[in-house]
């Protein structure tokens, strides 16, 4: 079975920065996409960032143009979110996410098969 771990969530000050690491089972990674969601009390989860295994372009959503930045490293078969200039409003769990083997990559939550069990991540002001 493929599955996805999230880890290095934490509680930190406005300003400050963390970096998510999304660690995955390796055979699925070839032809799909990887993405992080986020997701706070009360909302629904929303697409943060994305990229495709074979390499290309990365998106964002506007909120966090500038300040996220994803990457992989394929040898690890691990993603991760730098996260820096973090703001309250950033405060949610933070799900990993992948797709089955997939020419495009989505932004839409419906279109991935593979969550994590998400990481909390707490921006204080």
């Known amino acids: 079975q493929v599955q996805v771990v999230e880890s290095g969530g934490g509680s930190v000050q406005a300003g400050g920065s963390l970096r998510l690491s999304c660690a995955a089972s390796?055979?699925?990674?070839?032809?799909?996409?990887m993405a992080w969601f986020r997701q706070a009390p009360g909302k629904e989860r929303e697409f943060v960032a994305a990229?495709?295994?074979?390499?290309?372009?990365?998106y964002y959503a506007d909120s966090v143009k500038g300040r996220f930045t994803i990457s992989r490293d394929n040898a690890k078969n691990t993603v991760y979110l730098q996260m820096n200039s973090l703001k309250p409003e950033d405060t949610a769990v933070y799900y990993c996410?992948?797709?089955?083997?997939?020419?495009?990559?989505?932004?839409?939550?419906?279109?991935?098969?593979?969550w994590g069990q998400g990481t909390q991540v707490t921006v204080s002001s």
């Open positions: 996410a992948a797709t089955k083997p997939s020419i495009v990559v989505p932004t839409a939550r419906e279109r991935y098969d593979y």
């Open positions: 990229i495709p295994w074979s390499g290309g372009n990365t």
């Open positions: 390796g055979s699925m990674f070839s032809s799909s996409a």
